[in-house]
């Protein structure tokens, strides 16, 4: 088979920190492949809870521009030059948690119109052409508002991208398969007592988990395992990874385990050939005009 020559993927995420835990791995291994990998994060998180004692004292904007800071960290550890804030630096603010007054906050992305955002997104769309888009189901993975924006909003400027002369050959959804991560976290119950956190998160707690059939990618991210731990320990606002770098916690300080093989499930477009799940997210793209609408 030939490799398309031009490889571009384009993901779109929620906050600083979500593209590191979730696809980390895979822009790490795409970036070192030559690939261009650009990430659109919606907003800088500047509502999230802080870990560490000595950062807390930033919240607002400040600490929206300490995030950029650890996003442009996370970036350089990962190998991406590509990464922009939709519509600017604070363009959209954090909506924070659901149901909080904070998502009544007219600045913030949920308010923001889905048409008007998604038309933000589609210049970067027309002018990066990616051949792949990640995104988040249409929950967000989890629930949190600004998730289900970012997957609003992605979803949304592909459409109109489409009209506008590109169309994306493949968009994903973020998973995690449900036998993968049951399997992660009984592990985790008998390391637990070697973690620096007290409790450990339910598979519930993780974004994106479906029946293993839903999963259609699998990308092995063994050999950049190094490289997405570094990324989530730059965000260190966020994230706590755990000695060892098999675990994490967020602000809520409950273990997870730190998936090093990323998943996804195929939600437009045709996957490529083969048995099994694909294990490239360009798999079955073969000629630069694939995305011409
Ligand atoms: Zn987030």
Request: net charge negative; charged share 25%.
């Given at each position: 088979m030939t490799e398309l020559p031009d490889r571009r993927l384009l993901l779109v995420h929620a906050h600083p920190d979500d593209e590191s835990i979730n696809n980390g791995a895979t822009m790490a291994r795409y970036a070192a492949e030559g690939a261009r990998v650009t990430v659109v994060t919606?907003?800088?998180?500047?509502?999230g809870e802080v870990i560490p004692a000595e950062l807390r004292h930033l919240a607002g904007a400040a600490l929206g521009a300490h995030r950029l800071g650890e996003l442009t960290a996370a970036m350089a550890e990962l190998g991406v030059t590509d990464f922009r804030l939709l519509g600017g630096a604070g363009r959209y603010g954090d909506s924070g948690?659901?149901?909080?007054?904070?998502?009544?906050?007219?600045?913030?992305f949920w308010q923001a119109d889905v048409d008007e955002a998604a038309a933000v997104l589609v210049p970067v769309i027309l002018e990066v052409r990616p051949q792949v888009v990640v995104a988040y189901d249409d929950n967000g993975g989890y629930g949190h508002p600004d998730h289900i924006q970012a997957h609003r909003v992605a979803l949304r400027a592909v459409e109109l991208a489409a009209e506008a002369?590109?169309?994306?050959?493949k968009v994903y959804f973020n998973r995690v398969p449900r036998s993968v991560a049951e399997a992660a976290f009984a592990r985790l119950q008998s390391e637990l007592p070697g973690l620096p956190f007290a409790k450990s998160a339910a598979v519930d707690d993780v974004p994106g988990v479906v029946p293993d059939e839903r999963i259609t990618t699998e990308i092995d991210g063994t050999a950049y395992a190094t490289a997405k731990a570094a990324a989530m320990r730059a965000h260190a606002t966020q994230i706590e990874v755990a000695p060892g770098e098999r675990h994490f916690a967020l602000s809520n300080e409950l273990a997870q385990p730190l998936f090093t093989t990323e998943y996804y499930e195929l939600v437009r477009g045709d996957a490529g050939d083969?048995?099994?799940?694909?294990?490239?997210?360009?798999?079955g793209l073969r000629t630069e005009t694939d995305g011409v609408a």
């Amino acid at each position: 088979m030939t490799e398309l020559p031009d490889r571009r993927l384009l993901l779109v995420h929620a906050h600083p920190d979500d593209e590191s835990i979730n696809n980390g791995a895979t822009m790490a291994r795409y970036a070192a492949e030559g690939a261009r990998v650009t990430v659109v994060t919606c907003t800088l998180g500047e509502r999230g809870e802080v870990i560490p004692a000595e950062l807390r004292h930033l919240a607002g904007a400040a600490l929206g521009a300490h995030r950029l800071g650890e996003l442009t960290a996370a970036m350089a550890e990962l190998g991406v030059t590509d990464f922009r804030l939709l519509g600017g630096a604070g363009r959209y603010g954090d909506s924070g948690m659901m149901g909080l007054p904070d998502n009544d906050d007219p600045a913030c992305f949920w308010q923001a119109d889905v048409d008007e955002a998604a038309a933000v997104l589609v210049p970067v769309i027309l002018e990066v052409r990616p051949q792949v888009v990640v995104a988040y189901d249409d929950n967000g993975g989890y629930g949190h508002p600004d998730h289900i924006q970012a997957h609003r909003v992605a979803l949304r400027a592909v459409e109109l991208a489409a009209e506008a002369g590109w169309t994306v050959p493949k968009v994903y959804f973020n998973r995690v398969p449900r036998s993968v991560a049951e399997a992660a976290f009984a592990r985790l119950q008998s390391e637990l007592p070697g973690l620096p956190f007290a409790k450990s998160a339910a598979v519930d707690d993780v974004p994106g988990v479906v029946p293993d059939e839903r999963i259609t990618t699998e990308i092995d991210g063994t050999a950049y395992a190094t490289a997405k731990a570094a990324a989530m320990r730059a965000h260190a606002t966020q994230i706590e990874v755990a000695p060892g770098e098999r675990h994490f916690a967020l602000s809520n300080e409950l273990a997870q385990p730190l998936f090093t093989t990323e998943y996804y499930e195929l939600v437009r477009g045709d996957a490529g050939d083969g048995d099994g799940p694909e294990t490239d997210l360009f798999a079955g793209l073969r000629t630069e005009t694939d995305g011409v609408a």
